[in-house]
């Protein structure tokens, strides 16, 4: 008996070994390029380098500075709004468009799939360019539609409906995406429980309400972690959409162009990642509170 | 990607010539404590014994200067780098000077943004190699923009000195006279915009290049260094005298709201949209390349003035500098004293469509008298040359210019988005101004 514990604990001891030296490579990268960086930004946030005078350790002066920051606020409301309006939108296409095509009633889905998905493998940048062009209020589309006669669209680019604008490039951008998540977690619900329904006689609504949507509820979940995350993480678009409205997009217009101006326009490389940690402090507790409430409501049923 | 546009003729061909070079290697010398003491001698003995060199630029003659240099030279080998345009280039110098080592050992930098590294002790003093002996060769205005104090810390290029380009065609069509006072180039945009309301008299969306280079010319001083003491005053005389005249235009909505450097903004100097463009000598070469389709509609006329006595101030342009991390700083030197007064470096540049710096080709008949195809024959070396030496001086940029310009469009720009005084918007950039040259440690009045 002795011995074949003694065994055992060894076999098992090696096993330890023997796992961790799977998972190795991935952790020595893991440490590198993520555990590293952010201890680094961490570090570098609690110094202030001036052009004169040097580098002095201020504690956590920047971090009581980007709070009292009304600019960041700005900032941070400004993508709060964003991720309000955007992110409900554009799941609610994207899960109709899942809906409506394994629902197997469409001509052609596998066309409309490709091509609500095409977007996604657009670049955002050459996505945005594209998309400023159509904006735009004299040679863009726009403005061809403006000199019609009777038409008066708003500017998409002005102070008021630059950041519709760009919700609407994300919303091109990222429903094919969420489409084929939703549609990939319709797609393994088992067909029993779809003629099961058929006996009891619901109607498809009914199954949509009843069957699909409990079914792929952690996908919603993740998909809204995604977009709340892309949504705190706003950058291209607005970056590049400035050249075309150097004022109605202003360098402090999300937090990630604020941090980004801050160290590489004033190089204020200190402040720059202690707003860069707070945001990511921010975005990991609304990406919990998201999942949090995903998971309850699955606790409860 | 930043906020700047590229606003020389130098950066907007070049970002296509040398994009295939940018990366290509950034092995500058490590550390190093270069810029000790040396002296004219020193150059010719470097240039004798050779060595190699990095060179940053983005401007489209820097490749064929390299390659001619290094015949005349065989003993030297000059890497050139295109490390971005512009910011994109100060940005990877400032993390470079920051790291202590990877910067290159001569790099292009715009006078605007000179002054934010002379002050950081990141380039060398070129006085010590009798740099001081050249300035005769430069245009007054050049020169000022590469010297704080008795220090030289770099050596002219081109010059952008600003002068009023017009399209003829338009002028024509509609009666106007060509503006010799802003009075009459206000005048001349109320009476274009009354007639075609889809034409104006030119584009303006809040610009800082543009908007130092026009309180410059209006006779205001609102930067004033000396070391790390900062003066910033933007309601001047000469910032009240520009606001009082740019008010009337934005005000009254008659300036295009187009943002300069974009596709709409070629195409609509193309189709006489903007009439007129206030800008500096480097744009007959941009208008040429990007405008084609306009050739023979426009026309370069001097600046207007206020009061009829000539004055015109520098928009852009900028040179080259000798880094603190050079490990060989006379070689570097003496690269660069070629590079920017030795006649067959500059023969190059003037063939790349640059304007030149030097007085000698500012003044050579054959350059003054050449005849502009694109310009429907006008001699507009004429205008322009003239205008080069009637740039005010006493002109000085903060030394971080380079951020004031980043957060231009967030203050000043609103006020242009508002149409209302610009005044208001000079004020908030100024408090922002002076918040953050204190917290970089200047002392900074108002």
């Not at chain 2, 001083?221 to 740019?246: M, N, R, S, Y």
């Not at chain 2, 469509?353 to 000698?360: L, M, Q, R």
């Not at chain 2, 195809?373 to 030496?389: C, D, P, W």
Request: overall charge negative.
């Amino acid at each position: 008996m002795t011995a074949t514990s003694l065994t055992g604990r060894t076999a098992k001891q090696r096993g330890r070994w023997i796992g961790w030296a799977f998972v190795g490579p991935f952790m020595i990268v893991f440490a590198l390029v993520l555990v590293a960086p952010v201890f680094y930004a961490i570090y570098l946030s609690l110094f202030r380098e001036q052009l004169v005078g040097g580098n002095a350790f201020v504690g956590l002066d920047n971090y009581v500075r980007a709070l009292g920051d009304a600019k960041f606020w700005e900032s941070f409301l400004r993508v709060a709004v964003f991720l309000v309006v955007q992110v409900p939108i554009m799941l609610c296409i994207a899960l109709f468009a899942a809906l409506a095509l394994d629902s197997a009633r469409l001509h052609g889905s596998r066309f409309l799939r490709i091509s609500v998905f095409l977007p996604y493998a657009v670049p955002a940048v050459v996505a945005t360019l594209m998309w400023g062009f159509i904006y735009g209020e004299r040679f863009g589309l726009v403005g061809n539609l403006n000199s019609l006669p009777g038409v008066d669209l708003p500017i998409p680019l002005s102070s008021e409906f630059v950041l519709a604008a760009i919700g609407n490039i994300v919303t091109w951008e990222f429903v094919g995406y969420n489409m084929l998540i939703f549609f990939a977690a319709l797609r393994v619900i088992p067909t029993e429980l779809y003629e099961a329904a058929e006996l009891d006689g619901a109607g498809q609504y009914r199954v949509v309400w009843s069957i699909k949507l409990p079914a792929i509820r952690g996908a919603l979940v993740i998909a809204a972690i995604f977009s709340v995350i892309g949504s705190f993480q706003l950058f291209n678009e607005p970056n590049i959409l400035k050249t075309l409205a150097p004022n109605a997009i202003t360098t402090f217009f999300t937090p990630n162009m604020y941090a980004y101006n801050l160290s590489f326009a004033g190089q204020q490389f200190n402040y720059s990642a202690a707003v860069a940690i707070i945001m990511g402090v921010a975005t990991m507790i609304v990406a919990y509170i998201v999942q949090l409430g995903g998971s309850r409501k699955e606790a409860a049923r | 990607m930043n906020s700047t546009p590229r606003r020389r003729i130098l950066g907007a061909v070049a970002g296509l010539a040398l994009a295939g070079l940018a990366l290509a290697g950034c092995s500058a010398p490590s550390g190093g404590t270069g810029g000790g003491t040396g002296s004219a001698d020193d150059l010719d003995a470097a240039l004798e014994e050779g060595g190699e060199l990095t060179y940053w630029s983005w401007t489209p003659s820097a490749e064929a200067q390299v390659a001619a240099f290094e015949e005349a030279y065989p003993n030297v080998d000059v890497e050139l780098v295109n490390a971005g345009t512009n910011t994109e280039e100060y940005t990877k110098l400032q993390n470079a000077i920051k790291a202590g080592s990877g910067a290159p050992d001569v790099v292009q930098i715009e006078y605007y943004a000179l002054p934010q590294f002379a002050l950081s002790d990141s380039l060398v003093d070129l006085s010590q190699y009798g740099f001081g002996e050249l300035e005769d060769q430069y245009s007054p205005g050049t020169w000022g923009s590469v010297t704080v104090g008795d220090a030289i810390y770099g050596l002219p290029q081109d010059s952008g000195p600003m002068a009023l380009f017009y399209n003829k065609t338009v002028f024509d069509e509609f009666g106007l006279e060509v503006p010799t006072t802003w009075d009459e180039y206000v005048a001349a945009a109320e009476q274009l915009h009354t007639a075609d309301p889809t034409k104006y008299i030119t584009n303006d969306t809040g610009d800082a290049g543009f908007a130092t280079s026009m309180i410059w010319q209006a006779g205001g001083k609102p930067f004033q260094v000396e070391g790390t003491e900062v003066t910033i005053d933007l309601a001047d005389e000469g910032v009240q005298k520009w606001t009082g005249v740019w008010n009337q235009l934005v005000e009254n909505d008659l300036v295009a709201s187009v943002p300069g450097w974009t596709d709409e903004w070629f195409r609509a100097l193309g189709d006489g949209t903007i009439a007129t463009l206030v800008t500096g000598a480097w744009m007959p070469g941009v208008l040429q390349a990007s405008v084609p389709e306009a050739s023979g509609d426009w026309a370069v006329a001097p600046i207007p003035t206020y009061d009829g006595e000539p004055a015109t101030a520098e928009n852009g342009g900028g040179g080259q500098s000798v880094t603190s991390q050079s490990e060989n700083p006379a070689l570097a030197a003496a690269f660069l004293r070629w590079l920017n007064s030795d006649p067959a470096s500059i023969e190059i540049f003037l063939e790349s469509g640059g304007f030149p710096a030097t007085t000698d080709d500012l003044s050579d008949p054959e350059f003054v008298g050449v005849e502009s195809e694109y310009f429907g024959g006008q001699k507009i070396n004429e205008v322009l040359t003239q205008a080069s030496e009637e740039v005010v001086e006493g002109w000085q940029y903060l030394p971080f210019q380079t951020y004031a310009n980043s957060i231009f469009g967030d203050t000043v720009g609103q006020a242009y988005a508002d149409k209302r005084d610009l005044a208001e918007g000079l004020a908030e950039w100024q408090e922002q101004l002076v918040a953050y040259g204190n917290e970089q440690g200047f002392t900074v009045a108002e």
